[in-house]
């Protein structure tokens, strides 16, 4: 390799996004004689796709999320090595995971923004799929943030997604009861035979607002949300007295344009004593190591499956990107570059 | 008096409550000749209006809260005399609080509905004003479920009314800067001058959303909210990270008969990391001695103040709970009945 390859965003999507919403370009390799002190070049090897970054190529707001600048490549959750460091804590030839950005090489300051080390036992892929982002938003969204009881009912949304698969399982694992809702039969089936959900509801051909109410009629006391909008909403109507939600995405809304509305009825959280919280997995950056530890424990003791769903070639980031939207993803969606799809990172 | 005056829910309102709503009878004096185990006979001298009495007189729906059955007296936070006991708790001639009804005397038991002793220092005017329901509903809001921060920036809507002067007022106690929202400039001159709220805003003259982005760059990090819609709305888009909102009414929907929308753009909690909770005072009922004894050494040392709005007559009860939603109110709004309106109970 001896250019840059970069997906630059061109223009904001109004809707899903889509190829031509970004720019190829081919730059020079960055320059790293010369690295301003704690910075390092890393070379990107593995990018995660999270449904959160459509909300990144959105305008800047008054909100609190990153937008990524037009001309810019655009930002992504990557796994890869270190090229060059001027910075202590980072050698060359060192994997690690990071926010760099759809190209082949970046350089950033990385006592500033998250690079943290892959541990040796564990592949790139491992490190981003199992014990990566989405698997550690679900486990600190669970254990940190909503901590239920044993013996809770827990509906998950987006339940056969990256982050609600991995929620569900430690939820189970937890002691609770928990229903899974999901797209497709496939999904539904797949819920409860491969993930240990007791219920599956396939929101496309059932309603979830009444099915909740017959197989859950004393109430919904956690709820892990990675949808919003109507999903939110059909599980506040069966909100149980002291629950928690876990406000976790809001998958519903990333394309629309326009915010989705938040549930009506918010009687309901109040004459139900209802906490409602939401959380980046940035706001628990201590609990980090541990909860990799402990995701990689129930792995390895047979207690949790993860699935992933690779591809390969830096040609396609755009457009497997917007499989997170349509379901056609069927795990934690990760892109591998060519080279590195040779030998599986 | 020889007979027992009621009001009964005769119609469910579908706006504001009227006066058209509720039925006049007289009936007999409930015979207590022969109490239950647990059960008391109260006389009312005093009714506490509440705005979410308003929803009480809904339809039963799948929400939690009570619902008034048609041709019932309506139900109402009260304050009065027990007449006659079969419950060791409680002796002839002791004065209570208590959710009795809009009616001369109730029997209920009060081992199973909230009935407290008036402390012998407290007139029934101050156990339901100062230390009444709506004063210890924002004591527990604020110290329970929110508890801020010194040097947070706080928010109270409906901050003239009876919850919101107490809460604005214990949020600056514990060391916030509060700016105060309601509906007239009258009631802004007296959040500031009489209450000590650092800022009024005014939003029937001002553009909340707005005014706040000017008053509050950095962002509200406490809100307590007693209205949602438009309120809540308008707070939700100027949040900092890591807020707290403390859901504790939503006037703004109590008489629209559809439910008011949540707060648009759910992704400011998810990115802010952010808590909303809901709460009743009845979820804290072993905090209110301490509450209570709180409450009354803030009057009593003077960093309190709390405004009494006190009607009398029994056949005004119906007409007065309407001012609760037209801003006519001035403080806590209670009705004492005739007699008891003869020595100031």
Redesign the interface.
């Known amino acids: 390799m001896t250019v840059n390859r970069q997906w630059l965003l061109a223009r904001r999507p109004t809707d899903k996004a889509v190829r031509g919403d970004f720019e190829y370009r081919e730059s020079e390799i960055p320059d790293a004689s010369n690295l301003a002190p704690g910075h390092v070049l890393i070379r990107n090897q593995l990018f995660l796709h999270a449904p959160t970054m459509r909300?990144w190529m959105d305008p800047a707001s008054?909100?609190?999320?990153p937008t990524v600048g037009l001309g810019t490549p655009m930002l992504a959750t990557s796994a890869g090595v270190i090229v060059k460091s001027n910075n202590p804590r980072f050698a060359e030839g060192q994997r690690v995971t990071a926010i760099t950005a759809w190209e082949d090489y970046t350089i950033l300051n990385a006592d500033v923004w998250p690079v943290r080390p892959v541990a040796d036992e564990l592949s790139l892929v491992e490190a981003q799929g199992p014990v990566g982002m989405n698997a550690l938003t679900a486990y600190m969204g669970v254990t940190q943030v909503g901590r239920p009881k044993a013996g809770d009912l827990a509906v998950v949304s987006g339940a056969a997604g990256s982050t609600g698969s991995v929620a569900g399982q430690i939820l189970k694992i937890l002691g609770c009861r928990t229903i899974g809702i999901a797209g497709s039969q496939d999904k539904c089936d797949r819920l409860v035979s491969e993930l240990g959900f007791d219920v599956a509801i396939n929101y496309k051909t059932q309603d979830v607002e009444k099915t909740l109410?017959e197989i859950a009629p004393e109430g919904v006391n956690f709820f892990f949300d990675n949808v919003?909008g109507d999903m939110?909403q059909a599980v506040v109507?069966?909100i149980a007295?002291f629950a928690t939600i876990v406000?976790?995405?809001?998958i519903a809304?990333y394309n629309d344009g326009?915010?989705?509305?938040?549930?009506?009825?918010?009687?309901?959280?109040?004459?139900?004593?209802?906490?409602?919280?939401?959380?980046?997995l940035g706001?628990f950056e201590e609990q980090i190591p541990e909860g990799t530890r402990q995701i990689l424990e129930w792995i390895r003791s047979g207690k949790m499956v993860h699935r992933e769903d690779i591809r390969s070639g830096f040609d396609s980031l755009p457009d497997t990107f917007s499989d997170l939207f349509t379901g056609n993803n069927d795990g934690t969606l990760m892109v591998v570059t060519d080279e590195a799809a040779r030998t599986r990172p």
């Open positions: 909300n008054n909100s609190f999320y109410r919003g939110l109507e069966n007295k406000l976790c995405g809001q809304g326009v915010p989705v509305p938040g549930p009506r009825n918010m009687m309901r959280l109040i004459y139900g004593s209802v906490r409602a919280e939401g959380f980046l706001d």
